[in-house]
């Protein structure tokens, strides 16, 4: 056998592995579900999401337009939100990293508000905002965007000072650095960065939709609360882990598996 | 091509360090320098205010009779660690410098293939600087460093991180490359075999008062051997030199 059919084999093995653990969560949660539900009456049918319920969900949400629909909504505006984040946050950041006043004094409040749960700042957005679409994305920037600048400021601090040098002696200007040395050195960790400010994303995104009236995942979730439908609750949670793991892997993880194979740092 | 150096001392203000005192130094077109000294007495430093990268606290430095403002691609450097940048492959680095200076795509071309040939890299134009060899990543590195026909080349024990044979190998091929360009270079080495190979003339630097402790000018003919008896003879002569304490 070859070396990359191995190593392939043993990836699809790995991957079966998971499969098999996912389903074997499933299998216990139904078990758990069959024996405090049915059998002893421990809780009460309302109060236990089931494997098999949270299908039906599923299957009642497809077929009513309302998933997808939801699903759309709160990617587009979580997309919004997170792309308004990055200019701001990358800007801010290379302002914080360029002028050591900002550093000294800027970076220590922008740490600050960072440590805010962006829940919190869905009072103030709807003040604001009213119960509106800005008032989400609003929390979804701020959720997301300082995390984003205190990212940047990091990846380009951390940029090896003998790159510069080295460029400085080939008769680089200041622009020249920048442009083509800083910009490609701290990507890999700038993209590791956009990372996390995605994940901050979403999860902002979620606080926001949940205390909105928007059509999107969040209000699934609170309607299927109304309607005291716990396997609506737990499949849209479901789905919000799916999606936020989807974007992460799909898009960022691929993203910086390349760098990093490019760069021999894999 | 000349460069000046007047009484030049550096003080490094955090540590109070003297690192580099009182030196005065010419160095003349096409010559190769070489410069040993015990760690920590200030080559590596001479070699930063010579490229720009430190300003000397006094005395000054010259470069065709114009003072030194900062660094440059008239004195391009070549570090002990590679610098190369792993974003790009064998050709791009080499063509870096050229592109900064605006040179015409094809002729960028054509001089990065002219050194990469002259280092036998021709074939690995296109391979990624993780997937080389520590001597060949020096190698392009230098090869780097040639395209931008500097005033002067200054290096920075660029072959110290290297096992012997590559690094033996490297000076040899150092050798060939200075006596077909007559390149000026000035080369910081701490061995003074390598010094005694390369150099018309060896400083040798200490930390005693004044930073230059002797200069020593080789009048051997090249190629040449290390096992010759007028080689180790300026072998012992200058090893002694760096060895005495002040
Ligand atoms: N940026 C700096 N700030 C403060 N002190 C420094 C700095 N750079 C060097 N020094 C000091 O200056 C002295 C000379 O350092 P330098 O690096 O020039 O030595 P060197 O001869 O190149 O040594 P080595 O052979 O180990 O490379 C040392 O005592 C060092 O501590
Ligand atoms: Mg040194």
Not at chain 1, 121 to 128: G, N, Y
Not at chain 2, 27 to 52: H, M, P, Q, W, Y
Not at chain 2, 58 to 64: A, R
């Amino acid at each position: 056998m070859t070396r990359k059919t191995k190593k392939e084999n043993t990836k699809f093995i790995k991957l079966l592995q998971q499969l098999l653990f996912l389903l074997g969560i499933v299998a216990l949660w139904q078990l758990l579900y069959f024996v405090g539900v049915d059998l002893l009456e421990f809780w009460k049918p309302y109060a236990m999401p089931s494997p098999a319920g949270v299908w039906k969900s599923l299957v009642r949400l497809i077929e009513s337009g309302t998933l997808f629909t939801a699903i759309g909504n709160s990617l587009l505006r979580g997309m919004i939100g997170f792309l308004i984040s990055v200019a701001f946050g990358t800007v801010l950041g290379f302002l914080m990293e360029h002028f050591p006043f900002l550093h000294q004094n800027m970076r220590p409040f922008v740490m600050g508000v960072q440590t805010l749960p962006s829940v919190c700042w869905v009072p103030f957005s709807i003040l604001w905002f009213g119960l509106s679409e800005q008032a989400i994305i609003f929390v979804v920037i701020m959720g997301s965007a300082f995390s984003i600048a205190i990212a940047t400021d990091n990846a380009i601090h951390n940029v090896p000072p003998i790159y510069k040098k080295a460029a400085l002696t080939m008769g680089a200007s200041q622009k020249q650095i920048y442009r083509k040395v800083i910009l490609h050195a701290c990507l890999p960790e700038l993209i590791s960065g956009l990372k996390q400010g995605w994940s901050f994303a979403w999860r902002a995104l979620m606080s926001g939709e949940v205390m909105t009236t928007c059509i999107g995942l969040g209000q699934t979730l609170i309607t299927g609360r109304n309607l005291a439908d716990i396997n609506q609750v737990m499949l849209v949670m479901i789905i919000i882990v799916l999606v936020g793991i989807l974007i992460d892997q799909i898009f960022f993880r691929s993203l910086e598996r390349r760098i990093y194979r490019k760069r021999g740092l894999a | 091509m000349s460069l000046l150096l007047k009484n030049v001392t550096k003080t490094f203000q955090d540590s109070g360090q003297d690192a580099v005192r009182n030196v005065d130094l010419e160095i003349r077109d096409g010559e190769f320098v070489c410069v040993v000294g015990k760690s920590g007495c200030g080559k590596s430093t001479l070699l930063n205010l010579i490229a720009g990268l430190e300003k000397p606290t006094s005395g000054e430095i010259l470069l065709d009779g114009a003072p030194i403002k900062g660094p440059g691609a008239d004195r391009v450097v070549m570090f002990q660690e590679h610098a190369l940048f792993p974003w790009l492959n064998v050709i791009q680095n080499v063509k870096f410098g050229m592109e900064l200076a605006g040179v015409p795509r094809q002729e960028q071309e054509e001089k990065a293939m002219k050194y990469l040939e002259l280092m036998q890299l021709a074939d690995y134009r296109n391979y990624a600087i993780h997937q080389l060899s520590g001597g060949m990543r020096q190698r392009v590195a230098l090869a780097r460093a040639l395209t931008l026909d500097s005033k002067i080349l200054l290096m920075d024990e660029p072959f110290s991180a290297l096992d012997k044979q590559t690094s033996n190998r490297l000076r040899a091929e150092l050798q060939d490359i200075w006596m077909q360009t007559r390149r000026t270079i000035f080369f910081i080495t701490h061995s003074v075999e390598e010094a005694v190979y390369l150099a018309d003339r060896v400083i040798v630097l200490s930390n005693g008062k004044d930073s230059v402790q002797d200069i020593v000018p080789i009048a051997l003919e090249r190629p040449r051997h290390v096992y010759d008896e007028a080689f180790v003879e300026y072998r012992r002569r200058i090893l002694s030199e760096v060895q005495k304490e002040l």
